[in-house]
């Protein structure tokens, strides 16, 4: 099975902009989180679009996202692009994969369902559509109706993608449409902010298609026609989403690094890790804790940034305030997006894994960068230095840090206040999370399993309120697994939901 990730297809026009500028934009967009770029430039010579075709590949292999270019078929050789995409004019989809072969992105326009059905027969992977309403990126535009793009996406089994003066507030228009995705040009190119612009038509277009409708599958002969390998991750045709731990280990699995690994391959995300501590621990206790200096830390955040940059990062126990410097240093540097802090202070058997300089250097340094913090009771009460009895005092500690540091906060109520419901305090509103509270003595890692989850959602695109949702269902499923293993207060099933076909096993 192959599966091309067609959600928000931005197509560029450096029209106005000097080069530098051009590229800034550019990244912005791959920031707000563009599935697939194409470079359209119809006045460049060769060797001018080549030259730029190799600086704004080198952008988009940064972020997991395929570059296609706009006819060159040369230039997309010459830069080893993704693909290419042909308009009715240019050269035929059948010559293009041929030239192509069977590794590459070949993309088509359609305006009638004949002409996409004949491209899907000549081997085309995508389609774009419209246009949907004038546009001033081409003179010649034609506008087609929407029962047109709807029979067109019913025609064929891949990707179909509405294009044409599309924008955030005329979207309406392809409600119901099975479409893949949309496809916009001056709506990101010509945005004050093209990575809010970028968020912002990602959410609305997803609104629109729904998870299966934008990634429609393909298989048989379709499928064998693609497997692409560029600086990204891929599951054949999906760029995979990436998220970074940066905590401490935990030798018996239950928690740390290792429960971080293994929530965000269940949550359907690439792992990496930036290990902040060794610990000698198991469900009763720990033992011993010997911290990473801090210059090895920046080394493997370096090494994981410069490669594979994180959709988003979750940090978990750091220990102390040198290594919380290091981090925050790093992230700024690198600009990291969808930061989840978990404040770990106390290990589940009591055992305290935070000094005391480092709450001060956590609050001022840490927090900030983050899009989300998830203390429990106990760490909200050091954090913002007030009892917590009840609901109440909940809503006044989460507004209280929040203000304080400058970020949101899930203030979990795990720890006898309530049934497990969580408080939610980002842009000045509150959220409750309610969830049943499972009889499970065995909660060794609930802590980092909660953000781990979160942190997966966000690098897949889902909402703040979303990413909650997901991950306290995900984590309800592991506890209510009941796995039994240890002496104290055993680990979660992490993979509680795993197809049969490879759980199975010798229970």
């Given amino acids: 099975m192959r599966k091309l ?28 989180g563009v599935t697939l770029i194409q470079l359209r430039e119809k006045t460049r010579s060769a060797r001018e679009l080549t030259a730029l075709a190799g600086k704004v590949h080198a952008l988009t292999k940064r972020y997991g996202v395929p570059l296609i270019i706009d006819d060159r078929i040369d230039v997309a050789l010459a830069v080893d692009a993704e693909g290419v995409h042909v308009g009715q004019s240019d050269i035929p989809v059948d ?8 590794g590459k992105i070949v993309g088509a326009t359609a305006k009638t369902v004949e002409q996409a059905v004949e491209a899907y027969r000549q081997g085309a992977d995508y389609l774009g559509v419209g246009a949907v309403y004038p546009t001033k990126t081409k003179t010649d535009t034609y506008v087609i109706t929407p029962d047109t793009i709807h029979a067109i996406a019913e025609a064929v089994p891949i990707p179909v993608n509405a294009i044409g003066g599309l924008t955030s507030e005329n979207l309406g228009i392809l409600a119901g449409i099975p479409i893949a995705g949309i496809c916009v040009v001056s709506a990101i190119m010509n945005a004050e902010d093209p990575e809010k612009a970028a968020r912002e038509l990602l959410k609305k277009a997803e609104e629109l298609t729904g998870e299966t409708r934008c990634r429609k599958e393909l298989s048989g002969a379709e499928a064998q026609r693609f497997e ?12 995979m989403k990436t998220a970074l731990s940066i905590a401490g280990s935990d030798s018996s699995g239950g928690a740390g690094i290792q429960a971080d690994i293994k929530t965000m391959t269940m949550n ?17 206790g720990v033992r011993a804790i010997e911290e990473v200096i801090p210059g090895f830390l920046s080394q493997q955040i370096d090494a994981v940034f410069e490669d594979i940059r ?16 290091v981090i925050a240093e790093r992230l700024r540097y690198y ?7 978990d404040p770990v202070m106390v290990a589940t058997s009591g055992s305290s894994l935070l000094r005391n300089d480092a709450v001060d250097a956590m609050m001022k340094e840490l927090f900030p960068l983050a899009t989300v913090i998830t203390p429990n009771i106990p760490e909200a009460e050091v954090l913002s230095g007030m009892k917590i009895e009840g609901t109440d005092d909940m809503m006044k500690a989460a507004e209280q840090i929040g203000r304080n540091c400058g970020c949101a906060v899930l203030l979990k109520g795990g720890h006898s206040i309530n049934d497990a419901n969580d408080l939610l305090y980002a842009d000045g509103r509150f959220q409750w999370f309610y969830g049943k509270r499972i009889d499970n003595p065995n909660t060794h890692g609930t802590g980092c399993t909660l953000s781990s989850a979160i942190a997966s959602n966000l690098a897949k695109g889902f909402s703040l309120a979303d990413s909650v949702q997901r991950a306290k269902d995900y984590i309800s499923g592991a506890l209510s697994a009941g796995l039994n293993l240890g002496r104290g207060s055993g680990p979660m099933k992490h993979n509680f939901d795993l197809n049969s076909r490879f759980a199975a096993g010798t229970e």
Avoid: C, W
């Fill in 5 to 32: 990730d067609t959600r928000l297809y931005f197509i560029t026009d450096s029209t106005g902009y000097d080069e530098e500028t051009f590229l800034g934009r550019i990244e912005q967009a791959l920031r707000g």
């Fill in 95 to 102: 010559a293009a994969r041929r030239i192509l072969g069977n």
């Fill in 228 to 239: 692409p390998d560029f600086g990204g991750l891929r599951i054949g045709q999906t760029v």
């Fill in 268 to 284: 359907g995300v690439y792992a990496m890790t930036a290990v902040t501590a060794l610990t000698a621990q198991n469900t009763t």
């Fill in 310 to 325: 994180p959709d988003a990062v979750k940090i978990g126990m750091v220990a102390s305030a040198e290594l919380i410097h």
């Fill in 335 to 341: 600009d990291a997006k969808h930061v989840v802090v």
